[in-house]
């Protein structure tokens, strides 16, 4: 199976902060990577795709990056809205796998 | 605009059995891959168990295989999961989920049915 590993599990941060969220894997997943918000309660909603594509809805504030083994999501400005957990998500496999999750909460 | 619904879900013992159904409207049903997800109490999500969008093929997650079956209705726009020998780390929100581009790349969910495994 791939693993993904989260960092960090939690993050306290500002509205108008910048920050970024990182994922690795286990073994090499090319861009097969996905990224959901999930809001307390909610089900999860679909940020961004295939590393960098941003899904159609989703503010420009958010991005991703990676390739192969590490990605990155960054939110380039807070935004009161934007605090709730992160999940990624590989695809790479008929066993797909999420990452253990981030807690972005408001400092 | 894409709805799934689920149902089914509720409080068993443990070694019970439990059915739970995803009605889908908004697409065409048949077109698509869908999947179970879970998520424990307090705790992450993790993928259950996926099937193919016509011809049916399915997969699952190590901790259900044997114990879970997934499959689905196109005549009937629903997804189910027949759950047996149940057991206390079983117990979570179910998220039926459609798949987007990518057949484990999900662009929908329902709002989740809670499964309660205990005596």
């Known amino acids: 199976d791939i693993q993904l590993t989260q960092s960090p599990s939690f993050l306290s941060a500002s509205v108008g902060d910048r920050v970024t969220i990182t994922c690795r894997a286990s073994?090499?997943?090319?861009?097969?990577l996905a990224w959901y918000q999930q809001k307390p309660g909610k089900a999860p909603k679909l940020l961004i795709y295939?590393?960098?594509t941003l899904q159609s809805g989703v503010p420009s504030r958010f991005s991703g990056s990676g390739s192969g083994t590490e990605f990155t999501l960054t939110i380039s400005s807070l935004q009161p809205e934007d605090f709730a957990s992160y999940y990624c998500?590989?695809?790479?496999?008929?066993?797909?796998?999420f990452g253990q999750g981030t807690r972005l909460e408001i400092k | 605009e894409v709805q799934l619904v689920e149902s089914g879900g509720g409080l068993v013992q443990p070694g019970g059995s439990l059915r739970l159904s995803c009605a889908a409207s908004?697409?065409?049903?048949?077109?698509?891959?869908m999947s179970w997800v879970r998520q424990a109490p307090g705790k992450g999500l993790e993928w259950v168990s996926g099937?193919?969008?016509?011809?049916?093929?399915?997969y699952y997650g190590d901790s259900v295989r044997g114990r879970f079956t997934i499959s689905r209705d196109n005549s009937k726009n629903t997804l189910y999961l027949e759950m047996n020998s149940l057991r206390a780390e079983d117990t979570a929100k179910y998220y039926c989920?459609?798949?987007?581009?990518?057949?484990?790349?999900?662009?929908?969910w329902g709002q989740g049915t809670l499964v309660t495994v205990s005596s």
């Open positions: 998500q590989q695809l790479n496999s008929h066993l797909p796998t």
């Open positions: 908004g697409f065409t049903f048949g077109n698509y891959a």
């Open positions: 989920a459609k798949g987007y581009r990518w057949s484990y790349l999900f662009d929908s």
């Open positions: 099937i193919s969008g016509s011809r049916g093929d399915t």
């Open positions: 295939a590393a960098s």
């Open positions: 073994q090499g997943i090319s861009n097969y």
